[in-house]
C-alpha cells in the first residue's frame, strides 16, 4: 500500500533552519495538490502550506516570509524549506496528498506518519 514517507526534522536552535521532504513509498498515477500540515501538542493539526500541481503556493500567515513549499513532479516529491525557526514553529508535522495510485482511478487524500520538528535553545 502506498503511504507517504516524510524525512527532514530535528532539533534545532531559533533563527536556524530545517528542510522536510516527503514522497510516496510507491508509484503513483497523478499527484493534485501538496500540503504541509503540524500539529503541536495541545492544539489542532493545521495547514501550515499547499501547493497545487502547476498552481501558486499559498502558506499560513505565521509562516509567510519564512518558510518555501515547493514540489518535483518528475521525482514526486515536495519539500518544505524553513528559515527563520521559532520555538512557536515546534510541532508534528505531516505531509498530505491528493492522489491517484493508478490511471481512471480515484483521487483519494494520503498522509504521511508525521516528522517532530522542536526549535528551542
Known amino acids: 500500500q502506498v503511504q507517504l514517507v516524510e524525512s527532514g526534522g530535528g532539533l534545532v536552535q531559533p533563527g536556524g533552519s530545517l528542510r522536510l521532504s516527503c514522497a510516496p513509498s510507491g508509484s503513483v498515477s497523478a499527484i493534485n495538490t501538496m500540503r504541509w500540515y503540524r500539529q503541536a501538542p495541545g492544539k489542532q493539526r493545521e495547514l501550515v502550506a499547499s501547493i497545487p500541481n502547476g498552481g501558486t503556493a499559498t502558506y499560513t500567515d505565521s509562516v509567510k516570509g519564512r518558510f518555501t513549499i515547493s514540489r518535483d513532479n518528475a521525482k514526486n516529491t515536495v519539500t518544505l524549506q524553513m528559515n527563520s525557526l521559532k520555538p512557536e514553529d515546534t510541532a508534528v508535522y505531516y505531509c498530505?496528498?491528493?492522489?491517484?495510485?493508478?490511471?481512471?482511478?480515484?483521487?483519494?487524500?494520503?498522509w504521511g506518519q508525521g516528522t517532530q520538528v522542536t526549535v528551542s535553545s
Open positions: 498530505n496528498a491528493d492522489m491517484r495510485l493508478v490511471s481512471r482511478g480515484l483521487v483519494r487524500s494520503y
